[in-house]
């Protein structure tokens, strides 16, 4: 685990979506995203199967709507039920101003779908519709504004909704679940090809337990919405939910720290040395590269001053900075990143709602946030030749 793998991760998820959808009262709702960097080039087959399962134990399947949408390269466009994918149009917003993409699951037992080749995300929203409304980006083109559940005058925010990610293309399979947004419904993903692998599955009692230990942890009780979801601490912050200067002294300690000693941060690229110097810490190794002093709101989003570009260079170290500072690892280790997960969290102050996410799953994998990745760690699997995928409701 001693360095970041180069793979398709959740950051390079989406690059149509965030290119031109709308996230409804977000600047930016969606992760950006590219090609695979590592991807094998096996081929794929078009299309592949797609199952839903409804385990929740709550809602039956006449309850819970389905939403494919994204992209397939050069536009956005939707699952239909019949496995094609659809463009986004203006026209499909309906009297009350929204598409109607939703589709519908079996009326009793597994709902199997065909899947081709897009890339985007899986949402559920239980005991009611989602409501996507169709518009035009920036660039005119046809687009969506996508559900903000962290946003309170968002017209999706009473709705219990989540989503899954992936990108399914001529590469193969990549996929997540993601709590880097927020956390509401338990949903668990099974990739079957050259292996069979699942993750994002919770503990029995998980959910309950991510909901009772956020309402436990001082700050971070203010982002639990009743028993709805769990805001990511980052929107909470830009909504006046969540302390702007949360982890103010810690990256106090790590820019102190760094003024007499080494950081030394090993990527695939090789390791580079740094030093905190005029407020700036600053990398030689394979390539130059330094950073300003980030806030808050930059470690929780993993932004800003630890922007990650697609580069191979100041993306990679980027990355395991944010994951140090959102681990609270940083301070302590001079080398990163650090392989157990033993020590994560544990310094103050604490990540919780990381923490909590990790915590209540089975595998101890998931996406408190956005560079969660970084040593494996990420409720994320990929596969090169997939045949089939699973979306599972968990229990609740």
């Not at 917003?93 to 597994?110: E, F, K, Q, V």
């Not at 808050?296 to 990679?316: E, H, I, M, Q, Y």
Request: with cysteine; hydrophobic share 40%; proline share 6%.
């Amino acid at each position: 685990m001693g360095t970041m793998k180069s793979r398709f991760t959740r950051r390079m998820f989406l690059g149509g979506v965030a290119a031109t959808a709308v996230s409804a009262g977000t600047a930016a709702g969606l992760a950006t995203a590219g090609t695979p960097r590592t991807a094998p080039a096996r081929g794929t087959a078009a299309t592949m199967d797609l199952t839903v399962v409804n385990e929740t134990g709550r809602y039956g399947n006449a309850d819970i709507r389905l939403y494919v949408v994204g992209n397939d390269g050069t536009r956005q466009v939707r699952l239909t039920p019949e496995g094609t994918v659809a463009p986004v149009a203006l026209s499909d917003n309906g009297p009350d101003g929204y598409t109607d993409y939703a589709i519908p699951l079996a009326a009793g037992g597994a709902t199997t779908l065909t899947l081709p080749h897009m890339s985007g995300r899986m949402y559920v929203a239980l005991g009611a519709d989602l409501k996507f409304k169709a518009v035009r980006d920036g660039n005119g083109n046809a687009a969506l504004a996508y559900p903000a559940g962290w946003v309170s005058g968002d017209p999706n925010y009473d709705v219990l909704h989540d989503c899954a990610e992936f990108t399914f293309n001529s590469a193969g399979m990549f996929c997540n679940t993601t709590m880097v947004d927020m956390f509401s419904v338990p949903l668990s993903i099974r990739l079957t090809g050259a292996a069979d692998q699942t993750t994002g599955t919770l503990r029995p009692g998980g959910r309950a337990q991510i909901f009772d230990a956020l309402r436990g942890s001082g700050p971070f009780s203010s982002l639990v919405v009743d028993d709805r979801r769990v805001i990511a601490p980052g929107h909470g912050l830009d909504a006046g939910l969540f302390p702007a200067d949360y982890f103010g002294g810690y990256i106090d300690r790590v820019w102190d720290t760094y003024a007499s000693r080494d950081l030394r941060v090993t990527t695939n690229a090789g390791t580079f040395t740094g030093r905190v110097s005029g407020g700036r810490l600053s990398f030689t190794g394979p390539a130059s590269v330094s950073f300003d002093r980030p806030s808050t709101r930059d470690v929780l989003f993993c932004d800003g001053a630890l922007a990650a570009p697609n580069d191979g260079t100041t993306g990679p170290v980027a990355a395991i900075l944010g994951a140090g500072f959102n681990r609270t690892t940083l301070a302590a280790h001079a080398d990163q990143p650090t392989g157990d997960p033993g020590g994560f969290y544990q310094d103050d102050p604490v990540h919780a709602y990381a923490r909590a996410m990790h915590e209540a799953t089975e595998d101890g994998k998931a996406y408190g946030f956005a560079f969660d990745d970084v040593g494996g760690y990420a409720s994320y699997i990929q596969d090169g030749a997939p045949r089939s995928f699973t979306l599972t409701l968990t229990p609740f």
